[in-house]
Every structure is written in structure tokens, then in C-alpha cells.
């Protein structure tokens, strides 16, 4: 399984603003508001990918058996920039009732500030056999995956071997008994750690 995905914004817009003393005056004495300039680009895509197999097999009467493995991961980049200039300036009061402005709004950005660039792999493998014996009365699962995530501006990430197991006994047709235990790695955006690397 293939999926791209491509994201682009392209913003330029006058935000209200009523912060400070001056503005929350002309709000109340003069019913309008003033608005400031925000303007960005920014082109993100991502490849995700799910390759896995299954081959099943009867080794024996008795005895039937599913491997199965796989590889997926996801290729993430984005770039983005902000606009330079006097962009905080206020401009074009509003009037809140009937939306008539004073004077048009005007770009004031004068140019473009440095490109933010961001570009992460991640990706997981793991490998899965399940057999089952006497009729499928008894089924064990036992598997193993593993995982990292590659930063542009960041240490690599490896996750450690992450097993799984499971034992199923049909003792009837009706009643079964499970166990089973496993553990994960979860990729994570890295920008929810702090400095030192803890999440």
C-alpha cells in the first residue's frame, strides 16, 4: 500500500486585534477595530508506505501455520516562510456593526524571512508466525517489531525489539481461554520533548 499526501497554504490575512488600552478606547468609543497582517507559505507532503506478506502452511495433519512480516513508515517534509516587514502595524479600522472599513487594507510585507525546513522518516518492521495445533484447539502467536524515526535536526531515534505472544486454548466450541502480553514504540513528534530529550 502507497498513499501521498500534499498540504500547501498560502495565508495572507487581517486578523482584529484588540489588545492594548488604545485599541479596547477605539473599540468602545468608536465602535471599530484594527487589524494586523499575517502572511505565510508553507508546502508539506508525506509518503506512506505498507508493504506485508502472509504465507500459510500445513506442516503436519495436526498442525497449521501463518507467518507473516511487514514493513511500513511514513516520509514527512515540509517548508515554510513567514513574511517580513511591518506586519504587526495596525491598519484599515473596522467598524463591528456594519463592517465598513476606513481604508482598504494594504500589504505592508516587504520580503520573506529564511525557509524552515523539516524533513522526518520513520519506520517499523516486525515479523508475526502464528500456529495452530490439534483442530486449532490450542494457538500460539509469538512476534517481534522494531522501529526508529530520523530527524533533519535531531538524533536518530531506535526503539528496542518490541516482542508480542499469545496462547488461546478452545476448551469447547463455546469457551476459550486467552493470554497474552506485548510491548510497543509508538513514534512521536518530537517537538512534545523538552530540551533534554524527555517526552
Do not use: C, M
Not at 498513499?3 to 495572507?12: K, L, S
Not at 494586523?36 to 507559505?41: F, G, L
Not at 508553507?42 to 512480516?69: C, I, M, T
Amino acid at each position: 500500500g502507497y498513499r501521498f499526501i500534499n498540504y500547501e497554504t498560502d495565508i495572507n490575512q487581517w486578523t482584529p486585534q484588540v489588545n492594548t488600552p488604545a485599541q479596547r478606547t477605539q473599540l468602545t468609543t468608536a465602535n471599530t477595530v484594527s487589524r494586523v497582517q499575517a502572511k505565510s507559505e508553507a508546502d508539506r507532503y508525506s509518503h506512506n508506505f505498507d508493504v506485508n506478506g502472509l504465507y500459510e502452511f500445513e506442516p503436519a495433519d495436526w498442525w497449521k501455520n501463518l507467518l507473516q512480516a511487514g514493513l511500513n513508515g511514513r516520509q514527512y517534509h515540509s517548508e515554510s516562510r513567514s513574511a517580513t516587514g511591518p506586519l504587526t502595524t495596525p491598519q484599515s479600522p473596522l467598524n463591528i456593526y456594519t463592517g465598513a472599513a476606513a481604508t482598504p487594507v494594504t500589504d505592508v510585507a516587504t520580503g520573506w524571512g529564511a525557509t524552515a525546513l523539516d524533513n522526518d522518516f520513520y519506520w517499523n518492521t516486525y515479523v508475526q508466525n502464528q500456529a495452530a495445533f490439534l483442530d486449532e484447539r490450542w494457538v500460539l502467536t509469538l512476534g517481534l517489531g522494531y522501529g526508529q524515526q530520523h530527524y533533519n535536526d535531531a538524533a536518530t531515534r531506535k526503539g528496542d525489539v518490541t516482542p508480542n505472544a499469545a496462547l488461546l486454548f478452545n476448551a469447547t466450541k463455546q469457551l476459550g481461554f486467552y493470554a497474552s502480553y506485548a510491548t510497543s514504540y509508538q513514534p512521536t513528534d518530537p517537538t512534545l520533548q523538552d530540551f533534554n530529550g524527555n517526552t
